[in-house]
C-alpha cells in the first residue's frame, strides 16, 4: 500500500459542502487502487480570521508544506475585511508563496451533458489549460502598494526566474496532452500585454527563449485582450495557454463561462516540492447549507492531486466518473451553475460511476 498525508483545508461558505463531496469520492476510489489518503484536516479562511485574527496558523502552514497533498475548499466571506479594506481571511496570499506553488494549473473542459453558453460548441470541443503563474505579477502587490492622500500605486514584479518555471511548466503539460480539440496540435500561447509594459515584454522574450528548446511543440503569443475574444470565438483552437497572474485569473473565469461556470473548472496550485488543489469558484456564501452547490470543481480539483501523487490511473477514474455521470444525466446543472440534485447527489453519482 501506498500512503499519503493530505492536509484538508474545508473552507468557509459551501466549502465543507464541496469539500465533504470531494472527500466521498476520493474515498471511494482509493479503496481498490493500492493507495490509502491519511487525512488531517486544519481550519483556516474567513472563519478562522475571524475568530483569531489570522486567516492561517504557523502550524497549519507548516503542515501543508510537509503532506504530501493539500486539498483546500473555498475560503473567504464578502464581509470579513482586514483594516486596508480588502477582504481578509483569503488564503491565495499566502499559500501560494508559502508553498512556492508558483503554477496555478487550471484546465477548462466542456463535459458531456454541459451547455456551453457558446452556440453550437460541443461537448470536448474545448478543452484548454490556463497556467497562471502564480507568485508574482500584480498579485504580487498585495498589501505592499504605496499609499499617499491622493491615490495607491501598485507594482507588478516579474523576474526572470519566476517567468522561466511557470513557461517550463507550461511547456511540459503541453508534452503530455493531445493536442487542441480543433486539430491544431499541441501548442502553448504566451498570453501578454507586451506591446505596453516592460514586465510583459520580458514575459515573451523569456517565452520565446523557452520555446526554442521545445520544436516540437507549436509556439504562439496574443495579447490578452484579443485573447479575451479568441477564447470566445474560436476555443477549440487552444491547447496550453500561459500568462501572469492577474491575467490568468480573469482568463480563467471567462473560460469557465464556456463550459458551464465555475463549478466546473479546478485548478492545482503545483510547487517543485508542494500543491494544494481547489476550485477556482469563491465560497458563495447565500449557498451555504442549500446543498445545492456544485461539488465536480472540487472533485475534479481532487483527481489534479491524485495526479500530482503520481496516482494516474486513480485521476483517470475519477475524470472518467464526472463524464459517465454528467453524459447519463444522472447530474445536470441549473442555468445558474447549480446543481440540479444537489451537492451530496451529485457525488453519489460520481461514485457509481467510477
Known amino acids: 500500500m501506498r500512503d499519503y498525508r ?7 461558505g459551501i466549502g465543507p459542502e464541496v469539500t465533504a463531496a470531494t472527500l466521498a469520492v476520493l474515498d471511494a476510489v482509493q479503496a481498490d487502487a493500492g493507495f490509502t489518503l491519511h487525512l488531517e484536516s486544519h481550519n483556516a479562511g474567513a472563519g478562522h ?20 497533498g493539500v486539498v483546500k475548499g473555498p475560503v473567504g466571506d464578502p464581509t470579513v475585511r482586514s483594516p486596508d479594506g480588502t477582504e481578509a481571511g483569503t488564503l491565495g496570499g499566502i499559500l ?41 505579477g500584480l498579485y504580487a502587490s498585495r498589501g505592499k502598494g504605496t499609499v499617499t492622500a491622493h491615490g495607491v500605486t501598485d507594482y507588478m514584479t516579474m523576474s526572470r ?8 511548466k507550461a511547456f511540459t503539460l503541453a508534452t503530455a496532452r ?12 504566451c498570453v501578454d500585454k507586451a506591446n505596453v509594459l516592460r ?32 477564447l470566445i470565438e474560436r476555443p477549440g483552437t487552444f491547447d496550453v495557454l500561459v500568462m501572469e497572474n492577474f491575467v490568468g485569473d480573469i482568463l480563467s473565469d471567462l473560460g469557465a463561462a464556456t463550459v458551464g461556470g465555475l463549478g466546473m473548472c479546478p485548478s492545482g496550485n503545483i510547487g517543485n516540492a508542494s500543491a494544494y488543489f481547489e476550485p477556482i469558484h469563491g465560497s ?22 491524485l495526479d500530482w501523487l503520481g496516482e494516474a490511473a486513480a485521476a483517470t477514474r475519477v475524470r472518467t466518473g464526472v463524464e459517465r455521470a454528467l453524459a447519463a444525466r444522472a447530474i445536470t446543472l441549473r442555468p445558474d451553475g447549480t446543481a440540479d440534485q ?10 457509481a460511476a467510477l
Open 6 to 12: 493530505v492536509i484538508v483545508i474545508a473552507g468557509d
Open 161 to 168: 526566474a519566476g517567468i522561466d518555471r511557470v513557461v517550463r
Open 96 to 136: 501560494r508563496p508559502g508553498l512556492d506553488a508558483y503554477a496555478n494549473v487550471r484546465p477548462v473542459r466542456l463535459y458531456p451533458g454541459v451547455t456551453s453558453a457558446l452556440r453550437d460548441v460541443e461537448p470536448g470541443g474545448i478543452d484548454y489549460v490556463i497556467v497562471r503563474e502564480n507568485t508574482e
Open 199 to 230: 514586465g510583459f515584454a520580458l514575459f515573451r522574450e523569456i517565452f520565446d527563449t523557452v520555446a526554442l528548446e521545445h520544436p516540437t511543440i507549436a509556439a504562439d503569443h496574443l495579447y490578452a485582450d484579443a485573447a479575451a475574444a479568441a
Open 178 to 189: 493531445n493536442g487542441a480539440p480543433d486539430g491544431g496540435g499541441r501548442r502553448v500561447t
Open 284 to 305: 458563495a456564501p447565500s449557498l451555504a447549507g442549500t446543498d445545492r452547490a456544485n461539488p465536480l470543481a472540487t472533485i475534479l480539483s481532487g483527481a489534479l492531486l
Open 49 to 68: 480570521y475571524r475568530a483569531t485574527g489570522r486567516a492561517i496558523d504557523e502550524a497549519t502552514l507548516t503542515a501543508c508544506r510537509r503532506a504530501d
Open 342 to 351: 444537489g451537492t451530496r447527489a451529485a457525488a453519489r453519482s460520481v461514485i
